[in-house]
């Protein structure tokens, strides 16, 4: 495949740009990504924008017994059974672990 002078010319300026962008220094964990699947519902970082509860700075305590309450049907819900069945207990951990350190 063959590129012009032009597109030779603009593909090393985008490299160029991107290899200078100063990194932003954040770790992705494993809680942080199974955590999105939350933010739908309780918003982003778990700040709820409505009737959905915040789940945002909740104790890492309340978060697991919830989920595992909602997992095993001791804890009433509408969906949230339907969620917390598809978390092995270490997911769950991680979750709470994620939201109960958010400011």
């Known amino acids: 495949m063959r590129?012009?002078?032009s597109s030779q010319f603009c593909m090393l300026?985008?490299?160029y740009v991107c290899?200078?962008?100063p990194v932003l220094g954040v770790e992705i964990t494993q809680g942080m990504m199974l955590a999105n699947s939350c933010?739908?519902?309780h918003g982003t970082d778990g700040k709820s924008?409505?009737?959905i509860p915040s789940i945002n700075g909740?104790?890492?305590e309340f978060i697991v017994k919830s989920m595992k309450g909602f997992r095993?049907?001791?804890t009433p819900s509408t969906i949230m059974v339907r969620h917390a069945q598809g978390y092995t207990n270490r997911e769950i951990l991680l979750i709470a672990e994620?939201?109960?350190k958010l400011p």
């Open 58 to 60: 909740k104790s890492f």
């Open 39 to 41: 933010a739908a519902c």
């Open 13 to 15: 300026v985008s490299l």
């Open 3 to 5: 590129f012009s002078l």
């Open 19 to 21: 290899g200078s962008l």
């Open 49 to 51: 924008p409505g009737a």
């Open 98 to 100: 994620h939201f109960s």
């Open 72 to 74: 095993e049907g001791t």
